[in-house]
C-alpha cells in the first residue's frame, strides 16, 4: 500500500497559502484543502443568524445537528457548502475574514471541524493549509511550511485581490484588518498561529506568486 503523503502550510492571514498551496497541490497531483474556508463557513452561518462572532456561548449554540458544513471537490475545485448552497464566494468577503478569526479562537469549534480535516488527510495525499496545521491537525505531516510576508506586503495582495473581484475595499482598512486579525490568531488560548519548531520558513514578502509557487513546490519535493 502507497504511502498517503500530508503537507502543512500554516502561516497569517494573506500569506497566499491557499493560492499557492492549491497550485502546488495541482502541479504535485495532490489534493488541497483550505482548512481556513470551514472557519470562514461557521463564520458566515453565525452571521446570517444574527449572531455575535465574539460571543463564544452564541457561537457554540449555533453548531446544531442542523448545521451541514461539506467541503466538496468539483472539476477540481475545493467548494465549501452551507446547508446545502454553495458559500465559496461569500466566505471570501472581509466580513467572513473576521468571522472566521473569531470563531477559531472557540475550542467547541475547532473539536466541531477537527475530524474533519483528520479523515481528508487520512485518505488522501494533500496539501492542507490553516493556522494550526503543523502544530495540531497534522503533527506528523510529512512536510511542514511556515508561510509569511510583511503585514504590508499581505495587505496590498488581499486589497488586489479583492478589488479584482468587485468588492469594495480599501487598503488602509484591509492593512488594519490584517494586523488585528495577526494578533487575535497569534494570541488566542486555543491553538494560536505559531510556527511549527519542524517548520521550514518560507517569507514571500519579496516575490511573486509564481516565484512563491515555485519555491513551495521546490520546498515539498525536496522533502518527499
Not at 37 to 59: E, F, H, M, P, Q
Not at 100 to 124: C, G, H, I, M, T
Amino acid at each position: 500500500m502507497k504511502k498517503i503523503i500530508n503537507v502543512a502550510i500554516d502561516g497569517p492571514a494573506g500569506a497566499g497559502k491557499s493560492t499557492i498551496a492549491k497550485a502546488a497541490a495541482a502541479k504535485l497531483g495532490f489534493i488541497y484543502i483550505d482548512t481556513g474556508a470551514l472557519y470562514r463557513t461557521v463564520g458566515v452561518n453565525a452571521l446570517r443568524k444574527g449572531i455575535d462572532v465574539k460571543n463564544s456561548a452564541a457561537v457554540v449554540a449555533s453548531l446544531t445537528d442542523e448545521l451541514k458544513i461539506e467541503l466538496k471537490f468539483i472539476d477540481g475545485e475545493q467548494r465549501m457548502f452551507l446547508c446545502g448552497e454553495d458559500v465559496s464566494k461569500e466566505i471570501r468577503t472581509p466580513d467572513a475574514s473576521m468571522a472566521a478569526s473569531a470563531v477559531s479562537a472557540v475550542p467547541e469549534v475547532r473539536k466541531y471541524l477537527f475530524d474533519l480535516q483528520k479523515n481528508l488527510a487520512k485518505s488522501n495525499n494533500c496539501i492542507m493549509d490553516g493556522r494550526d496545521i503543523g502544530t495540531v491537525v497534522l503533527p506528523d505531516a510529512d512536510v511542514k511550511i511556515f508561510l509569511t510576508a510583511t503585514p504590508e506586503a499581505r495587505a496590498k495582495r488581499r486589497y488586489l485581490e479583492l478589488t479584482e473581484k468587485g468588492i469594495d475595499a480599501k487598503y488602509e482598512d484591509v492593512l488594519a484588518d490584517m494586523i488585528e486579525r495577526d494578533y487575535n490568531d497569534s494570541h488566542r488560548e486555543i491553538a494560536p498561529l505559531k510556527q511549527a519548531e519542524d517548520a521550514v520558513l518560507a517569507d514571500t514578502s519579496e516575490l511573486d506568486l509564481q516565484q512563491s509557487i515555485d519555491l513551495i513546490i521546490n520546498l515539498i519535493e525536496g522533502k518527499i
